[in-house]
């Protein structure tokens, strides 16, 4: 019984862990007041859909992975930057949610397609591990790293939303920033950044080979990696709607 019991809380932490971001994102934003739950899912089946897209290309075009040796050799190096590079569809997928979405103004349509995709990622990927495993009979860290991985997700995902609905925005400035920073260096940025993430799996993978890091070393670089890329969206997001927040234009 007081085993049955330590792991139901253990299941309940992990659980806490991973939704709370996303309430805390949901209910502290603007979201709530544009009741923007149903657009998250609206969101999230277009990441399903996206993803389907992807398994059809990889299964059609790539031949089946044969472990971390692949990554070592030179053909396996170009083997996996070529099935890495699938993931761009990714950016394509979340550029036309946004288009689809009829909600709010700029921000909340990047926010509301950010929420839905790490949504719809950490229940395919983490939320049926983390039920049939953080329910069993022994503790084991590795689903609270899960855990802690959900919640990069999501800020990647805002990060990566926001990027793109900067990037595909034509009433921005086109002359300075207010800091310096000139517009096409800014948007060289943004697109640097979104291909830097895209490829993010493999560079943690060669990371991890490189150092031979454990599993909280990896958790470790994979939240450096977010929070850099977070604090230069932020940047290039700020540089790039002060002027309009300052001459009283609508983000659209």
């Not at 761009?88 to 009829?102: E, H, P, S």
């Not at 800014?186 to 080979?209: D, F, H």
């Amino acid at each position: 019984l007081i085993n049955r019991l330590m792991t139901f809380f253990h299941l309940l932490n992990c659980g806490a862990v991973t939704v709370a971001p996303f309430f805390i994102v949901y209910k502290f934003t603007s979201l709530s007041d544009y009741s923007s739950l149903w657009r998250c899912a609206h969101a999230g089946s277009f990441y399903f859909l996206t993803q389907l897209i992807k398994l059809l290309i990889l299964a059609t075009f790539f031949p089946a992975s044969t472990g971390d040796m692949a990554v070592v050799s030179h053909t396996g190096a170009v083997l996996n930057v070529a099935k890495c590079s699938v993931d761009l569809l990714d950016l394509a997928g979340v550029y036309i949610t946004m288009g689809q979405l009829n909600v709010g103004r700029g921000p909340v349509r990047f926010m509301v397609t950010g929420v839905g995709w790490a949504g719809a990622e950490v229940a395919i990927t983490r939320a049926l591990p983390l039920w049939f495993g953080a329910r069993g009979h022994e503790f084991d860290w590795k689903y609270m790293q899960h855990c802690l991985e959900a919640n990069m997700v999501l800020l990647q995902h805002l990060c990566n939303a926001a990027l793109i609905w900067l990037w595909a925005r034509q009433h921005l400035p086109s002359s300075q920033s207010g800091t310096g920073v000139s517009q096409p260096a800014l948007y060289s940025g943004i697109t640097a950044l979104l291909v830097t993430t895209t490829y993010k799996p493999l560079l943690l993978e060669y990371t991890r080979l490189a150092f031979a890091a454990s599993n909280w070393m990896m958790l470790l670089f994979n939240g450096l990696f977010t929070g850099v890329s977070a604090l230069i969206s932020m940047h290039i997001y700020v540089n790039l709607t002060r002027p309009l927040s300052q001459n009283g234009v609508a983000y659209k």
